[in-house]
């Protein structure tokens, strides 16, 4: 098992976190084979139909899309779900019909991947979504078909999986996605079909999972999705029956209660929820139609600083394609994307975010053509404080007794163990 991480590495990757290193699928333009010589951004796109990896350097000025040298990239079969680990050197994607973990080495240059020696690792029954702790130590895989979590040791120097003592953990039924709070401290699964969320304190020395007292925490009709505000305060569970739970985060315990005037509409389905980088927005993909397969929207709300209940934003909702079920945001939270599963769409919708009130507007050659049924988006910023430099100055851990703190101008408390 991987030796107890120090407070300074998880205390830069809970900085890294909370600057937003990682977020939404970026592309404004049609993909072409390009090598990046500017910024090192990428952005990653989980094709579940065409079961691989699509791979773009993205202009983080201009939004332009180039699709990278090798790319779309294999992975098992229809894969649904990809994290990245905080210092950009590892991805990891669960496969949902191969019950397995692809874990790819990332080219710090290219942004293109190499499968990782033992790849793929063994998952439980249908793996769903897929997340990684902060620091990097540990990935979190959601099992639907066998109402578990499974929970992996990172090996730091190879990005090799090794499932820890007593994984998998039991969740709730039919558990379609994971998120972790910012500071890792806590873990929390929406149950598709037993309507609820389950909520679990991770131990640090090994990354092992303890039910949160109260839970699991009810929610609406088949809860989709589920998301933890930037600022850790608020949790948003989207709910395929139409609507958006919301909850005030106990910062001890990890326990969830709910916000006042939850839960808020969004039309007759909803699938995906997440929280802009600064913590001011909440945009949820959902639809007005009886069936996945006719134009969805995005809804954008404001959050209430106070209390963390929901407003709609000017304008919302949002045209989309045909189910928008994947969406999130650049790391400046300039643009917002989405990715429209349905077999009819095969694409992303791409709209600039207006700042002081959320609102969306499409941007110039919005929807974007990816793979078969895109499921999952991210973008990571390669050779930021997040990525290279942890890796070059300091190796693959901080030695004991370095400051990250002052160095960070972070508060003295970020530097206390957990």
């Known amino acids: 098992m991987i030796p107890h991480l120090t407070r300074v590495t998880r205390t830069l990757a809970i900085a890294c976190l909370l600057g937003a290193s990682l977020a939404a699928f970026d592309a404004t333009a049609a993909p072409r ?7 090192s951004e990428f952005s990653y796109v989980v094709n579940n139909g065409s079961s691989d990896i699509s791979v773009y350097h993205v202009d983080s ?9 090798g790319s779309p990239f294999g992975a098992g079969r229809f894969p649904d779900s990809i994290a990245i680990d905080p210092f ?9 019909g191969s019950n397995d973990i692809s874990a790819f080495a990332i080219d710090a240059k290219t942004g293109g991947l190499t499968p990782i020696a033992g790849s793929p690792f063994a998952g439980g029954g249908g793996p769903s979504s897929i997340a990684i702790s902060p620091e ?10 066998a ?7 990172v090996d730091r120097s190879n990005g090799r999986l090794r499932e820890i003592a007593g994984s998998p953990f039991a969740t709730g039924t039919g558990p379609l996605f994971v998120t972790l709070n910012p500071t890792g401290r806590f873990v929390y699964v929406a149950n598709y079909l037993s309507n609820d969320i389950s909520a679990y304190s991770v131990q640090p020395n090994d990354g092992d999972l303890v039910q949160t007292i109260g839970s699991p ?3 609406g009709l ?15 569970a989207a709910n395929d029956g139409g609507n958006v739970s919301a909850y005030v985060l106990e910062s001890t315990t990890g326990a969830l209660s709910p916000v006042v005037g939850s839960p808020f509409t969004v039309g007759n389905w909803s699938v995906p929820v997440v929280v802009d980088p600064s913590g001011r927005f909440v945009y949820v993909g959902g639809g007005s139609g009886g069936t996945y397969g006719t134009l969805g929207y995005i809804a954008g709300y404001s959050i209430d600083a106070a209390t963390g209940a929901l407003t709609s934003v000017p304008g919302s909702p949002f045209t989309a394609g045909i189910a928008p079920w994947s969406i999130a945001l650049d790391p400046t939270g ?4 989405a990715a429209n599963a349905f077999i009819a769409s095969n694409s992303l919708s791409a709209y600039r975010v207006d700042a002081r009130t959320g609102e969306l507007t499409p941007l110039p050659g919005s929807p974007i053509a990816t793979g078969l049924n895109p499921q999952s988006v991210k973008v990571v910023q390669i050779g930021s404080f997040c990525g290279d430099r942890e890796r070059t100055r300091w190796g693959t851990r901080r030695p004991n007794g370095v400051s990250v703190g002052a160095e960070l101008n972070l508060p003295a408390a970020a530097d206390e163990d957990f």
């Not at 084979?33 to 910024?39: R, V």
């Open 334 to 337: 300039k643009f917002a994307y």
């Open 61 to 69: 000025d201009t939004g332009a899309l180039n699709q990278v040298p």
């Open 147 to 153: 109402n578990t979590v499974s929970v992996y040791d």
């Open 136 to 145: 990097g130590g540990f990935v979190y895989v959601t099992n639907a078909l």
């Open 33 to 39: 084979h390009s090598l990046h010589t500017d910024k």
């Open 88 to 96: 950009t050197r590892f991805a990891y994607v669960a496969n949902y």
């Open 217 to 219: 925490f009810a929610a």
């Open 222 to 236: 088949e809860p989709y999705s589920v998301v933890v505000d930037p600022r850790d305060r608020f949790v948003y």
